[in-house]
């Protein structure tokens, strides 16, 4: 009996002791904000599609190795504080801002979160990086350039339509930074001379049917619209609005084009906001923003809806269809 009960005590001891394993951590996924001026969940436009692709091409999966907090401003100036200050309390690793109002909260809201921007005006000029190739702190991104071209645009305008000589400038009154835009156009106006109508609007619901009766009640007879994060969402609503008072038109992205406006003038978005997937890519690889040359365009693609020069009753001369890039015919 005590052979037996040695032998289970040895036994016993003899058993492989089992050690203590630690459990594995989940790999914690990177997080970017993503603030949008214009759009919604539902139908976030081209440019968000752009910017996921690249992503995607990049191996770069939302929800699997990277989650992007979407916040929509929907044209709305007075949201865009309250979406970056929320993004930059969740502690996203990058946040991506593409409105003026939404950059200059996010340069408020911290110094330390990388900021990757989309604008349409100098960034130096507005104050928000020291330079182009070293922006330092913590903002870098792109740039379209969009307000510096006001002159070529209406010089393209003319060429398009050399009968127009009273231009109405379509633009939101209580956006910030338009009425350095405004200026723009109207030092080309007088070089080119062409009369200017200012046909402003403003709130949450611009009335964008009295401003072109006002165009039109006034002989107007070419509108410039000045993009804005507001003006973007109802590109379609203005472009029927500019066919039905037969008024050419010339935009700031092509956006507005492939919406039924006459042409455009502007940089690619897409190409940019592809751009900005790569920027991303090397944030999370810890390059610093700093380090990043904020990029301008290095072409602007001139386009043109056939369709809506049709149903307006003009004629575009061959001379400068030549040189477009895109005709929707």
């Given at each position: 009996?005590?052979?037996h009960?040695?032998?289970a005590?040895?036994a016993?001891?003899m058993?492989?002791?089992?050690?203590p394993?630690?459990a594995?951590?989940?790999?914690?996924m990177p997080?970017?904000?993503f603030?949008?001026?214009?759009?919604?969940a539902?139908?976030p436009?081209?440019q968000?599609?752009?910017f996921?692709?690249?992503?995607r091409?990049l191996g770069?999966v939302d929800?699997k190795?990277l989650?992007?907090e979407?916040r929509?401003?929907?044209?709305?100036?007075?949201?865009f504080?309250?979406?970056?200050?929320?993004?930059v309390?969740l502690?996203?690793?990058?946040l991506?801002?593409?409105?003026l109002?939404?950059i200059?909260a996010?340069?408020?809201?911290s110094k330390t979160?990388?900021v990757i921007?989309m604008l349409?005006a100098?960034?130096?000029?507005?104050g928000?990086?020291?330079?182009?190739a070293?922006?330092?702190?913590n903002?870098?991104g792109?740039?379209r350039?969009?307000?510096?071209?006001?002159g070529?645009?209406?010089e393209l305008?003319k060429?398009?339509?050399?009968?127009?000589?009273?231009?109405?400038?379509?633009?939101r009154k209580d956006s910030v930074?338009?009425?350095v835009?405004?200026?723009?156009y109207?030092?080309a106006?007088?070089?080119?001379k062409?009369?200017l109508r200012?046909l402003?609007?403003?709130g949450?619901?611009?009335?964008?049917?009295a401003?072109?009766?006002?165009?039109a009640?006034?002989?107007?007879?070419?509108?410039v619209?000045?993009?804005?994060?507001?003006?973007?969402?109802?590109a379609?609503?203005?472009?029927?609005l500019?066919?039905?008072?037969?008024l050419?038109?010339?935009h700031?992205?092509?956006?507005?084009?492939?919406a039924?406006?006459l042409?455009?003038y502007?940089?690619?978005?897409?190409v940019l906001?592809?751009?900005?997937?790569?920027?991303?890519?090397?944030i999370?690889?810890?390059?610093?923003?700093?380090?990043?040359?904020v990029?301008?365009?290095?072409?602007?693609?001139?386009?043109?809806?056939?369709?809506t020069?049709?149903?307006i009753g003009?004629?575009?001369?061959q001379s400068i269809?030549?040189?477009?890039?895109?005709?929707?015919?």
């Amino acid at each position: 009996m005590k052979q037996h009960l040695v032998v289970a005590l040895l036994a016993t001891f003899m058993l492989p002791t089992p050690i203590p394993v630690q459990a594995q951590q989940p790999t914690k996924m990177p997080r970017i904000g993503f603030v949008i001026g214009t759009g919604d969940a539902k139908s976030p436009g081209p440019q968000v599609e752009a910017f996921q692709q690249a992503l995607r091409d990049l191996g770069y999966v939302d929800g699997k190795n990277l989650v992007i907090e979407y916040r929509y401003a929907e044209g709305i100036n007075e949201r865009f504080t309250s979406l970056v200050n929320e993004l930059v309390q969740l502690k996203v690793d990058a946040l991506i801002v593409t409105a003026l109002p939404a950059i200059l909260a996010a340069k408020k809201a911290s110094k330390t979160v990388p900021v990757i921007m989309m604008l349409n005006a100098d960034p130096v000029a507005a104050g928000i990086v020291d330079s182009l190739a070293r922006p330092g702190g913590n903002i870098t991104g792109f740039t379209r350039l969009s307000r510096e071209l006001g002159g070529k645009r209406l010089e393209l305008f003319k060429e398009a339509v050399p009968k127009i000589t009273r231009v109405g400038i379509l633009w939101r009154k209580d956006s910030v930074g338009l009425d350095v835009a405004f200026k723009e156009y109207e030092v080309a106006a007088r070089a080119l001379k062409l009369q200017l109508r200012q046909l402003t609007v403003q709130g949450a619901k611009p009335n964008l049917e009295a401003a072109l009766q006002t165009a039109a009640s006034e002989k107007t007879n070419g509108l410039v619209v000045m993009a804005d994060a507001l003006i973007n969402r109802y590109a379609k609503q203005i472009g029927d609005l500019a066919i039905k008072h037969r008024l050419p038109s010339m935009h700031e992205q092509a956006r507005y084009v492939d919406a039924g406006g006459l042409m455009s003038y502007a940089a690619d978005d897409l190409v940019l906001f592809r751009r900005m997937a790569i920027y991303v890519d090397k944030i999370l690889k810890g390059t610093k923003p700093a380090d990043l040359p904020v990029e301008q365009p290095t072409k602007f693609d001139l386009m043109f809806n056939l369709k809506t020069a049709k149903q307006i009753g003009i004629t575009i001369p061959q001379s400068i269809l030549y040189r477009a890039d895109r005709v929707i015919k």
